[in-house]
C-alpha cells in the first residue's frame, strides 16, 4: 500500500539495532520493527540486546502481543533458520502471522542462511535489500569475521596539528579534550578488545577502560614482545569487567611469565617475524579467540605496522588545535622510509565533524571498503 514506506521503517529498524552494539559479539547488532501496513502505525519495535538473548525478531514479536497478524517486519538482518542460542527466528515471524518480511541485508553465515527461502515457502512476502549499504556498515564487525575470517580493525588516534602524539618525553596527556576523549570511550565500548604496543603502557600507564561512558569494558590487549613490561602496571588489573591479555613472543620464558599469570593475565604466545610479533598471526589468534573487532590505540609505530600489513579497515583521527613543535616527538605513524610519495598510504574518502574544540577524520580503508562493497546476493 502507498502509506507504506520501506525507506522510513527500515530506518528505525536501524536505530534499534545500533541500542546493542557492543553487547552481541559475536552475534550482529540486529533491530526490528513491526508495522500495521493499514494505518502504517508502528506496533512494536525490539533490538538484540545481547548474546544469548532473545533476537530482535522475536522481541518485537512479543511485545507485538496479539496484534502481528498481517504485519509488516522490518529487520536489519535476515532472519535466522537455526536453533543456536535462540530457536530460529524465521519460526516465530510464521507462527505470528506476519505477512512481510523486509531485510536489509542476508546473512552470510552459513549456518543462519536459508531464512528467506523458508519465509517464502509458506507464502510470505520477502523484500531485501533495503539500506543494504548502511545495513552493511552497522554490520561490519560481524561481517568480517564471517567473509574474512578475521576481526574488522580501527585505529584510533588522538593527534596534533604537526602530526604528533606526545613530546619527545613521551608526554601525551591531554592532547585531546575531555568531549573527544569521551567519543574515544564511546568507540571502546563498540569493540571486542583494545590494543595498545608496550610503549604506550610504559609511558601512559592507562587503565584502558570505558569509565567515561555507560558500557562494557573491552577485552584489553598488550603487544610487548619480550614481556618487558613491569605487571604493577595498572592495565594488569584483572577484575571481572577488566580482562587483560598480554601477547609475547614463543621464546619468552614461563619465569618471566608467571607473575603475569599470577594477576589472572591471559597470555598469547605468537611467532616473530623480522625481530617484531608477527601481526598477522596475532590476528588470527584474535579470530580463533572469537574476537570480532579491534580498536588499536598506540602507539605510533602499532599504527604504522598495521597499515604497513594492509589490515586497518576504519580510522578515527582526532585532530587537536594544538602545536607541538618538538622535532622529536613521538608521530601517530610511524612505519618505514619511503622514496616516493605515491608510495603513501591513501584513505579513499573521509568525513569530518567537529567534536568539542576538535576534529575528527572518519574513513574508511580500501581493505575495509572492498568488505563492504562485496554483494551479499540479494533476491
Known amino acids: 500500500m502507498s502509506i507504506i514506506d520501506d525507506l522510513k521503517y527500515m530506518k528505525i529498524a536501524l536505530k534499534e539495532a545500533y541500542k546493542g552494539l557492543g553487547k552481541t559479539s559475536p552475534n550482529p547488532p540486529v533491530g526490528a520493527v513491526l508495522v500495521d501496513p493499514s494505518t502504517g502505525e508502528i506496533i512494536a519495535k525490539g533490538y538484540h540486546q545481547a548474546y544469548g538473548l532473545p533476537h530482535a525478531e522475536r522481541v518485537a514479536i512479543e511485545r507485538g502481543q496479539n496484534k502481528t497478524r498481517g504485519a509488516y517486519l522490518y529487520v536489519t538482518l535476515e532472519p535466522c533458520a537455526h ?15 506476519i505477512k512481510r518480511v523486509v531485510c536489509g541485508i542476508r546473512d552470510p553465515n552459513p549456518l543462519a542462511q536459508r531464512g528467506i527461502e523458508i519465509l517464502k515457502d509458506f507464502g510470505l512476502e520477502v523484500k531485501v535489500g533495503v539500506l543494504a549499504n548502511e545495513v552493511k556498515y552497522l554490520t561490519r564487525f560481524f561481517l568480517s569475521r564471517i567473509l574474512r575470517a578475521r576481526p574488522w580493525i580501527m585505529i584510533k588516534v588522538a593527534q596534533s596539528l604537526d602530526g604528533r602524539i606526545a613530546v619527545s618525553s613521551g608526554d601525551s596527556k591531554w592532547i585531546s579534550d575531555e568531549r573527544s576523549r569521551v567519543f574515544a570511550h564511546k568507540l571502546r565500548s563498540m569493540v571486542d578488545a583494545i590494543v595498545v604496543g608496550r610503549a604506550t603502557v610504559e609511558k ?9 561512558v555507560k558500557g562494557k569494558n573491552p577485552l584489553r590487549i598488550i603487544l610487548d614482545t619480550k614481556a618487558k613490561l613491569s605487571p604493577d602496571h595498572r592495565v594488569f588489573r584483572v577484575e571481572e569487567d577488566k580482562k587483560t591479555v598480554l601477547v609475547c613472543a614463543e621464546e619468552v620464558s614461563e619465569r618471566i611469565l608467571k607473575p603475569f599469570k599470577e594477576r589472572g593475565v591471559e597470555i598469547w604466545k605468537i611467532p616473530q617475524r623480522r625481530g617484531h610479533l608477527d601481526l598477522k598471526s596475532f590476528i588470527e589468534r584474535a579470530y580463533k579467540s572469537n574476537l570480532s573487532s579491534l580498536l588499536i590505540e598506540g602507539g605510533g609505530k602499532l599504527h604504522g ?27 601517530s ?16 574518502e573521509v568525513n569530518t565533524k567537529k567534536i568539542g574544540n576538535c576534529l575528527l577524520i572518519h574513513g574508511l580503508t580500501s581493505e575495509g571498503k572492498d568488505l563492504l562493497n562485496s554483494p551479499l546476493e540479494y533476491l
Open 83 to 97: 536453533y543456536g542460542k535462540t530457536p530460529p527466528c524465521t519460526s516465530a515471524i510464521i507462527e505470528a502471522g
Open 333 to 348: 605513524f610511524s612505519a618505514k622510509p619511503l622514496i616516493r610519495l605515491s608510495e603513501a598510504y591513501r584513505i579513499p
Open 204 to 212: 601512559d600507564d592507562p587503565e584502558l577502560t570505558t569509565r567515561l
Open 305 to 331: 605496522a598495521f597499515l604497513a600489513e594492509g589490515l586497518v579497515d576504519e580510522l578515527f583521527l582526532i585532530l587537536s588545535p594544538i602545536i607541538i613543535g618538538d622535532p622529536l616527538g613521538v608521530f
